[in-house]
């Protein structure tokens, strides 16, 4: 599976963002999406998760309420909705395929990897 991730930009505090994760090489079925972010001098963490069969999602507490992840079969594509940006939401974004449904929360269960997109927030 090769992810490409997609969508990242500069936005001032309070705006809204939307990346996209588009598949090639296979169908999600089956598999957990979920996307990370990375800030700068800190650890990889988890920012949302879909189980793409069930469409059942789970968040993180810092996002919940704010961000919304959802996808499209059709296209083979996830997506996540950031709204209500916060300029501690800046990072670099990662969306990845894990080959278990229930949502990992772990960077190590995901087995596929998109390459990184960065979001800037300004105050």
């Known amino acids: 599976v090769q992810l490409q991730a997609s969508g990242g930009g500069l936005v001032r505090a309070g705006g809204s963002l939307s990346l996209s994760c588009a598949a090639s090489?296979?169908?999600?079925?089956?598999?957990?999406v979920g996307w990370f972010r990375q800030a700068q001098g800190k650890e990889r963490e988890f920012v949302a998760g879909?189980?793409?069969?069930?469409?059942?999602?789970y968040y993180a507490d810092s996002v919940k309420g704010r961000f919304t992840i959802f996808r499209d079969n059709a296209k083979i594509t996830g997506y996540l909705q950031m709204n209500s940006l916060k300029p501690e939401d800046t990072a670099v974004y990662f969306c990845?395929?894990?080959?278990?449904?229930?949502?990992?929360?772990?960077?190590?269960?995901?087995?596929?990897w998109g390459q990184g997109t960065q979001v800037t927030v300004s105050s």
């Open positions: 090489g296979r169908t999600f079925s089956g598999m957990s």
């Open positions: 879909i189980n793409w069969s069930a469409g059942s999602t």
């Open positions: 990845a395929a894990s080959p278990i449904p229930r949502i990992p929360t772990t960077p190590r269960r995901y087995d596929y």
